[in-house]
């Protein structure tokens, strides 16, 4: 995410204000978990429900926390919320059949970006400007994650985007901003880009294996802003560690070494890469893009937006040489990955 000032602000619902707001919700390491509703015993009856006996009222809030659904299917409500209802004069809006067994999350997607300013400026810009994402990561070394958007809600951080047979991503994803200065020259020496502090690696690792266990979201579905706007959006860059993610935490996608020196191994003897690329084997190459996941028009030329989805797939995957130049070994990883990652 790159943000201008120029961005007017949100006009807020309740102040109509545009000023910086106090400090935001702060989510400690020791609170990510969602809060247990038992804390407020005052008022607090189990809810009449023939499906289970879960569902709690606190006060006059209604509570959910269970799995009902089938997990293959992603129909999964094993989550912490709010119960939001009708409330209509004159009705008795009932929730004695709540929950219904069809049913699933909104949240289908994480989406990781970085914002290309400092602290103070990617808060303003997140809470008093018309974008924002569910959560931020600052750069202090702290054990605060700002949580900026509640996780049903729609954030506006993915923008025009597109991944695999989604589009819109806004509408099913959580957006994570993390505070990065990018690309200090705009271009694509690797250099320019900063890298990111342990202690931001960590909350990232903590937040993304909190989320995608209670929403259930597919490796294949934890991607960055480049994935999804590869054509716009150069983040979170090949600075960010997707492979250490992996292999450390099991987190979103990474090739087998094992089918990638195989795939290599096959096309050595038949594809050549040697410049110019023929229009086979681009045409080939952007099929591959395209089933992975990218929004690429397999045209079988080597145009800007296929350069630059190149690039977006090796900030990702084969962040040691980015240059949006289509060699055997990213042909190879693409392969591998498509081999692990069927749609």
Known sequence: ?????????IVLALTASCAVPSTPKRVSRSSIKTPNPKENTQNNSSVKNENSQKVQRVGKEIFVRQNIGDISKN?????YSAVV??????????TQYLPSIAQNFRQKFIILHYTAIDDDTSLLALTQRNVSAHYLINAKEDNDIYLLVDENKRAYHA????????NNLNDNSIGIEIVNLGNKNGGQDMSAFQPFPEYQIKKVAALVKDLATRYNIKPQNIIGHSDIAPTRKPDPGPMFPWKRLYNEY????????SDKNAELMRISSTENFTEPLSPSL???????LKDFGYDVLPSGSWDEVTKKTTLA???????QKSDGALDAETFAILTSLIKKYPK
């Open 75 to 79: 129909d999964n409500t094993i989550s």
């Open 282 to 288: 681009i045409l080939q190459f952007q099929k591959k």
């Open 250 to 257: 099991g987190i979103g996608m990474w090739y087998n070494e």
């Open 85 to 94: 209802k009708s409330n209509l004069p004159g009705y008795n809006v009932s």
């Open 313 to 319: 797939f090796q900030y990702h995957f084969r962040p």
């Open 159 to 166: 923008g025009i985007s597109s991944w695999r047979e989604d």
């Open 1 to 9: 995410m790159r943000l201008k000032h120029s961005i007017p602000c």
